[in-house]
């Protein structure tokens, strides 16, 4: 057990520090000045420069500045958005949390969907169920998000006007934001009327996870119906019958747990996809998550913003991914390594 | 009352283009403490029928018998509870591959106390009833011999090696006090010191318990010595089935004979350096099954009339299914 | 003696045309090979079968609608956009654009992929784990993020957002090729030709190759879906494909302005890109599953 | 096998379903406010450093007020912090006598300790008008307007009489001045917030977080999102209806419209001429329209080799077919412009010379002037809708086509608008499709501030074009009061104008303003920025 806790925590710190280097990188990559880069000051006259240039010991040698990077890095000095001027770690702190809250929602609706359907599927294989389940998740998952997304504005909100269509909540609700995930924040807020807060925000919430869960629970449902039917072939569960199990008895205590295992790393790739999903429909619906942050950024050119941006997602992503596999090393007690998992 | 008693089973397996009769006309009777060998060429549907029997069947399989019957009531119009519930109680099962028969991701020592009825523990609140599980368990895996439980109950199926995991695929169908046991092969692909071991156990747990055995090989001097009766198969059709001294001194079906030839210890009066007697030709793959009797193209003494399938008869208790039988020239 | 065989020996089809047999069995995966084939056409030979010049605007002609539509002309098949420009040209360009560019970062991706999987797989020991662990890690991060730094680094564009496309494939190709080519080598028939004394490359080309060449079409097809998918989200996000360049992301986006009053210019992209990307899933599908049932008999 | 499965996944499929949509129409307005649908972010808080029609939309009539306004209908100059005003004949000397007890904003950063009075006017004007004033410097020390006009250097002096009189003296006579007092950027500020601030320490606060007398204060401010101002209960002319007021910046146009439909936005800036229709169609909603004051043009970088030439920019305008750019991009609902001036301004020369569509000529033209085929040049768009030009990325593809034809390529550039203008500033472009819209009626608000000398350092003079003799003419036009002359001097500006040719006017558009019918009190202001003080919204 520690052997895999230290082999994880290296594999996360290496990775870690890989993405920083890479973020330190986009400093001389990115074609402004490194300083404006680093910073997002942009010096006004060549006296303001030399002092940026030795504050941030941008002279001497790369070791020494990429060392000095990481250490501003974790001092939560992350430098200033170049076109508003407001400091990155409060930017991004709003933004993140936002991009988490529409991914969790669209996840648990995938999970509490996707899984169910697949088993279901997976059960009655070559059935008819199985074929209209089988060819509307195939159907659903090659829709591309942003197109869904704009039908169901189209017609969800513009059609039938049941749903709003923009931004996390009506603007017309004064919601500090403290936590940045706007359901707690309803909570903390005092001078607010809670329910209907509580009840808009939820309504706003509806369009853009919908059009999010669609492709990952399609592909959710794949994966799930081809895990089952691998199992339901393996001799263990003719023996389980045989053993005069009843078949729920044998679903339950056998079935389902030996097809969750292997699709867990799946579920790691699921997120990546979620996440960019979720990134490009924040446009479409002004979510003012980190994707339309981000796209805002790319657009004024904001170069410092792109920096701590990109850092600020991969990590997360990184982290979670990494989290999912050292979760199912430790639960997968068979050790043998699914690798070559079809979906 | 014979325990298990099965007449004209075939079974029909339906591969999308083309259907086939895997079995055809099985008859097969096991009495209570008798061990009956079921001998036949691997590929003849030897595990086809322990399948059959336990019901475990995909959707394409249709099974039809004459009577399928267990201590006398029919298992194939039985209520599926009921007939799970006589599976449970009644029957243990073992299989071939032992590591493969157990699930990789629950610990023995659940898989075990899974597959032991409630009928059998005492202790009226649940701690009590755990505790008797686990006394249960215990003494079951010592009587299959496997001295330190302790590690091997934690233990998952993956770390174990395949004797101690086939003992436990034993302890696991014993420890409901079956009146029958089936065993599909269990010694293949064993050293033979383990497999020694096995059949002892088996034969000793039969002596002890009169516990009827259906032992299911393709390897005829393990259990030559211990069963009581034999029926041979041949690509699913039962060719002869009788006490085990009768066979073996007067074989009746050719297919038989070859079956004795072909085991050295059996004929003495082989001279040395002699080749071993086989039948030519090799066993006729499930779509290009011949018809009538199926031993026919590769059958010496085979004539025209065995183009029809051959009807079974009996010579008490000695059957045979063969047109012209060895030692009794006429029909 | 005389050996009297009865019956006569199978023909033991090659696993190509038992792959291409199990394929053709499940109709659906026939249609979908056929719409793919049609795309394939379309993006060989668009300027032979498109009517107009896709970016030729005919100020006359502003926003007419389909020809099914009441006031349609078949002038104009799919009708025109905001300024002027015939719709059915600009798909059919369009498919050109974004399919020909996917099967292009598709290619490279599998080329780059597959020989950094390789030899991460064949060399074993510590720095194959730490390489193949980073690029899972890095596996990780979301194409769209890549595509923005790219975009950031040198600027939108059709190239650089293909740029941005291959990088994130690639190691989605090393992780399978790594993981196929370790399954490979513990097998006995690499023991043997190693026996033989065949070096390294030899190994792979002669032994290893033909068995993956199965695997990288599956993945290949996947790739391909998720590819066109990114291009054509890319040119939607306006960080791909720029103005004038046909690409079916970026039409769905001008198409956006004049949604309602001419809704067929977000409908048409919208289905070609969906259509093109169904019909990879399923010849995908249709591969992996005829691909199993060969495997597992 | 699977019956008792079938249960739970139908379930929880339903479940979600249900949750999900509530039959009745989505209400938008939970509490009483006002959401406007902003198309930008404002550059700053204070309508002085900026002339751009967001910056004055975001603030100049929701959080200041100046001493003179325009009356929304007439269009004449009203009172509003001066109670009355008197000029001296000879015309160099204005007295304002200012109206007593209005309140500035009492906001969390910042408690009022005394009324409006002449203080805060002379620090308002100073402010900008003397480069050595503490406050002049604080955020950049750039006042595009004032300096286009070069107005500080013709106010000699401006004196508080007494606490509630103030007198400006000008050097020359300026027939414009009571216009440019009344404009959307000379507004108000308090004299004594700026003392706290600079004894803080933080000056350019005032900038950030402004204090005003007008009818909302300043509230909260999102980049990218959303700005929420408080309503100013004691503010001078009542209290407003609406309790609170939202600027929920939405750059898409079409997103802007569909937030419009389902209530989200009450009103939107610059509805994209090609929904028109579908709002006129729609029974909830209202499209308000009038004659607007403004251009749109296309102007050349006249600093850069070969702009500098006019034949090549007479090639240039030749090249393209106004008619149809007007159709394509305004849907007919702009007039062609022959000038600078639109129709509505009364010293509009309706016999200007213009420009036709001979793209022959053209080709003709470039080569006399050098100019080889398959010469590239960048064609900057605004990125934003405006009155003036709806869709400049529309009409950019179009003049590229346009250009095509005479084998010139044409590469089209656009960034977000705060950083479209920053670039524009530097002078990067080779020529840009931008306009402008009138300030006040005055015609010398179109010719100063688009093209003379002093307007370059400013940024509103796009074209770069410095020429002594026109600001000669403009210079003597505003000496005089009487209109026959200073009409026949603007006339004499156009023909040098059209021989030069630094800009091609393309049209003058109609203004429109969207909002949904429960509205009311909602009016098009002729100059300037949005009035939202005096709208109030029905409970439906």
């Not at chain 4, 909603?285 to 009038?290: G, H, M, P, Q, W």
């Not at chain 4, 010139?408 to 499709?433: A, M």
Request: net charge neutral; hydrophobic share 45%; with cysteine.
């Amino acid at each position: 057990m520690i052997r895999i806790l230290s082999r994880y925590a290296i594999l996360f710190s290496l990775t870690l520090l890989s993405l920083c280097a890479l973020s330190f990188s986009l400093i001389y990559l990115f074609p402004a000045e490194p300083v404006t880069t680093l910073t997002g000051i942009t010096p006004q006259n060549l006296m303001q420069h030399e002092a940026l240039m030795n504050q941030y010991h941008l002279n001497n040698s790369i070791i020494v500045q990429f060392a000095d990077y990481l250490s501003e890095l974790f001092a939560g000095n992350w430098g200033v958005s170049l076109i508003s001027g407001q400091p990155l770690s409060e930017e991004i702190m709003l933004a993140l949390p936002a991009t988490i809250e529409l991914s969790a929602c669209a996840m648990f609706i995938v999970i509490v969907v996707g899984i169910p359907l697949g088993c279901y599927s997976g059960l009655r294989a070559y059935s008819t169920t199985d074929f209209t389940i089988n060819s509307i998740s195939v159907t659903a998952y090659s829709v591309p998000v942003f197109w869904l997304a704009v039908l169901f504005i189209l017609t969800f909100s513009l059609q039938f006007g049941w749903l709003p269509l923009s931004g996390r909540i009506n603007l017309l609700f004064d919601i500090p934001p403290k936590t940045g995930f706007l359901m707690i924040d309803i909570l903390l807020a005092d001078n607010v009327d809670r329910a209907a807060a509580f009840s808009d925000a939820l309504l706003h919430l509806i369009l853009p996870v919908l059009s999010i869960a669609c492709i990952s629970t399609a592909s959710m449902i794949r994966i799930t119906r081809r895990s089952i039917i691998d199992v339901l072939n393996k001799p263990f569960i003719i023996a389980a019958r045989s053993k005069g199990l009843s078949s729920k008895q044998i679903f339950f205590r056998h079935v389902l747990r030996n097809a969750l295992l292997p699709i867990l790393p799946l579920m790691a790739m699921q997120i990546t996809t979620l996440i960019t999903n979720a990134m490009i429909v924040e446009t479409l619906f002004s979510w003012p998550g980190i994707g339309n942050w981000l796209i805002q950024a790319i657009y004024q050119r904001d170069y410092s913003a792109l920096r701590m941006g990109m850092l600020a997602v991969s990590t997360l992503v990184v982290m979670i991914t990494i989290a999912i596999d050292l979760f199912n090393r430790l639960i997968d007690p068979s050790r043998e390594k699914y690798e070559s998992v079809t979906i | 009352m014979p325990l298990l008693d099965i007449k004209n089973l075939t079974l029909e397996i339906n591969t999308g283009t083309q259907v086939i009769k895997a079995l055809d006309k099985i008859n097969l009777t096991v009495n209570s403490g008798e061990i009956r060998a079921l001998v036949g060429e691997s590929g003849s549907g030897k595990s086809l029928i322990v399948q059959a029997i336990s019901g475990a069947t995909p959707p394409n399989w249709s099974i039809t018998a004459d009577r399928m019957s267990w201590n006398g009531n029919n298992l194939l119009s039985m209520s599926e509870q009921k007939r799970r519930q006589i599976l449970r109680k009644d029957i243990g099962v073992v299989f071939q591959h032992a590591i493969a028969s157990l699930d990789p991701s629950v610990t023995l020592g659940e898989q075990l106390e899974e597959s032991l009825p409630d009928q059998l523990i005492e202790g009226s609140w649940f701690w009590q009833r755990a505790q008797s599980r686990r006394k249960v368990v215990i003494n079951t895996v010592h009587k299959v011999g496997i001295k330190d439980h302790e590690q091997y109950l934690r233990a998952y199926p993956h770390q174990i090696p395949t004797d101690i995991g086939q003992k436990l695929m034993l302890a696991m169908a014993l420890i409901s006090q079956p009146k029958m046991l089936i065993a599909d092969d269990p010694t293949r692909g064993m050293e033979t010191t383990t497999k020694v071991q096995v059949l002892k156990l088996l034969s000793r747990l039969n002596q002890t318990r009169s516990l009827g055995i259906l032992f299911v090989s393709h390897d005829l001097l393990a259990i030559a010595s211990m069963s009581h009766s034999m029926t041979v198969l041949y690509c699913g059709q039962t060719v002869e089935s009788g006490k085990m001294k009768h066979i073996r001194k007067r074989p009746l079906h050719p297919y038989t004979k070859a079956l004795m030839d072909s085991a050295p210890s059996f004929s003495k009066d082989l001279p040395p350096k002699s080749q071993l007697p086989t039948l030519a030709g090799t066993i006729p793959t499930l779509q290009h099954l011949p018809i009538g009797c199926r031993l026919g193209p590769r059958c010496p003494r085979a004539q025209r009339a065995c183009v029809n399938v051959p009807a079974v008869r009996k010579i008490h208790d000695h059957s045979y299914s063969c047109h012209f039988p060895l030692h009794r020239d006429k029909v | 003696m005389s050996r009297f065989s009865l019956y006569d020996d199978e023909a033991h089809p090659s696993p190509w045309q038992h792959t291409w047999r199990a394929f053709k069995s499940s109709h659906i995966a026939l249609v979908g090979l056929a719409v793919l084939l049609l795309f394939v056409f379309f993006a060989f030979f668009a300027p032979l079968v498109a009517p107009y010049n896709p970016t030729y605007q005919n100020t006359e002609a502003l926003l007419i609608p389909p020809s099914w539509a009441p006031n349609g002309s078949i002038a104009h098949l799919f009708g025109t956009d905001a300024l002027g420009r015939d719709l059915f040209s600009r798909i059919l360009y369009g498919c050109r654009v974004t399919f020909g560019t996917s099967l292009l970062v598709v290619i490279i991706a599998m080329l780059v992929g597959v020989t950094i999987g390789t030899i991460a797989g064949m060399l074993s020991g510590v720095r194959s784990s730490v390489v193949n662990h980073l690029l899972d890690a890095l596996m990780a991060i979301p194409t769209l993020l890549i595509a923005i730094i790219i975009v950031g680094i040198l600027g939108s564009g059709l190239v650089n957002s293909m740029w941005a496309i291959t990088l994130a494939l690639i190691p989605q190709f090393v992780h399978h090729t790594r993981s196929f080519v370790r399954g490979e080598m513990k097998k006995d028939y690499i023991q043997s030709s190693t026996l033989d004394g065949a070096s390294n490359l030899q190994l792979f080309y002669y032994s290893i190759l033909p068995n993956m060449i199965e695997m990288l079409v599956v993945q290949g097809t996947l790739a391909l879906s998720i590819a066109v998918i990114d291009i054509s989200a890319l040119g939607f996000l306006n960080l791909g494909a720029q103005a004038p360049l046909p690409e079916l992301g970026a039409i769905l986006a001008t198409g956006l302005d004049a949604g309602y009053l001419a809704p067929w210019n977000i409908a048409i992209p919208g289905v070609s890109i969906f259509l093109m990307v169904l019909s990879i899933t399923i010849v995908g599908d249709g591969l992996r599953s005829a691909l199993r049932k060969r495997v597992n008999r | 096998m699977h019956k008792w499965l079938v249960w739970p996944v139908i379930s929880t499929a339903l479940l979600t379903l249900l949750g999900g949509c509530s039959p009745q129409k989505y209400s938008a307005n939970y509490t009483n406010g006002l959401v406007y649908c902003s198309e930008s972010d404002p550059i700053s808080m204070n309508p002085q450093l900026d002339t751009s029609t967001t910056t004055a939309d975001a603030t100049a009539h929701q959080i200041y007020d100046r001493l003179l306004e325009f009356d929304t209908e007439s269009g004449r100059i009203r009172p509003s912090l001066a109670t009355s005003w008197s000029v001296s004949d000879d015309g160099l000397l204005y007295r304002f006598s200012l109206r007593r007890d209005v309140k500035f904003h009492t906001t969390d950063y910042f408690t009022p300790g005394r009324p409006f009075n002449a203080s805060d006017v002379l620090f308002s004007f100073n402010r900008w008008r003397l480069p050595q004033h503490s406050f002049h410097n604080v955020s950049g020390g750039y006042y595009p307007y004032f300096e286009s006009l070069g107005l500080a250097d013709n106010i000699a002096d401006i004196k508080a009489v007494s606490p509630y009189e103030v007198e400006i003296s000008l050097k020359q006579r300026d027939s414009s001045f009571l216009a440019n007092i009344a404009s959307d950027f000379s507004v108000i500020l308090s004299a004594e917030y700026a003392d706290v601030l600079m004894s803080q320490g933080i000056p350019e606060r005032i900038d950030r977080l402004p204090i005003g007398t007008g009818p909302y204060q300043y509230a909260d401010y999102q980049k990218n999102h959303y700005i929420r101002y408080d309503v100013n209960n004691d503010y001078w002319q009542g209290t407003p209806a609406s309790k609170a007021l939202i600027f929920d910046i939405t750059p898409k146009s079409s997103l802007r419209l569909a937030k419009l439909m389902t209530g989200e936005c009450d009103a939107v800036a610059f509805p994209a001429r090609v929904d028109h229709q579908i709002i006129r169609e729609r029974e909830d909603l209202v499209l308000a329209e009038k004659p607007g004051l403004n251009i749109g043009f296309w102007a050349f970088n006249t600093e850069r080799p070969p702009f500098d030439n006019p034949s090549v920019r007479k090639a240039l305008a030749y090249a393209i077919d106004k008619n149809t750019l007007i159709e394509a991009v305004y849907f007919d609902s702009a007039t062609r412009a022959k000038s600078l001036l639109p129709a509505a301004s009364w010293a509009y020369q309706a016999d200007a010379q213009d420009t036709g569509y001979n793209p022959v000529l053209a080709r003709q033209l470039l080569d006399e002037a050098g100019v080889a085929p398959g010469f590239t040049m960048s064609v900057w768009a605004i990125p934003v809708e405006r009155a003036y030009n709806p869709n400049a990325q529309k009409m950019a593809e179009l003049i590229q086509r346009y250009l095509a034809d005479i084998e010139v390529e044409v590469n089209i550039v656009s960034y977000d608008w705060s950083t479209f203008r920053r670039q524009l500033r530097q002078g990067n472009h080779d020529s840009v499709l931008i306009g402008w819209s009138a300030d006040n009626g005055d015609p010398d608000n179109f010719y100063r501030p688009l093209l003379s000398c002093d307007a370059i350092p400013s940024g509103t003079n796009r074209a770069r074009w410095c020429n002594p003799a026109y600001d000669e003419i403009l210079d003597r036009a505003i000496q005089t009061e009487d209109v026959d002359i200073r009409k026949a001097l603007y006339f004499q500006a156009n023909e040098l104008l059209f021989d030069k040719l630094p800009m091609v006017p393309i049209a003058h558009a109609y203004r429109y303003q969207a909002y949904r019918e429960e509205l009311s009190g909602m009016v098009i202001n002729p100059y300037g920025g949005i009035r939202l003080g005096g709208v109030t919204k029905q409970r439906d």
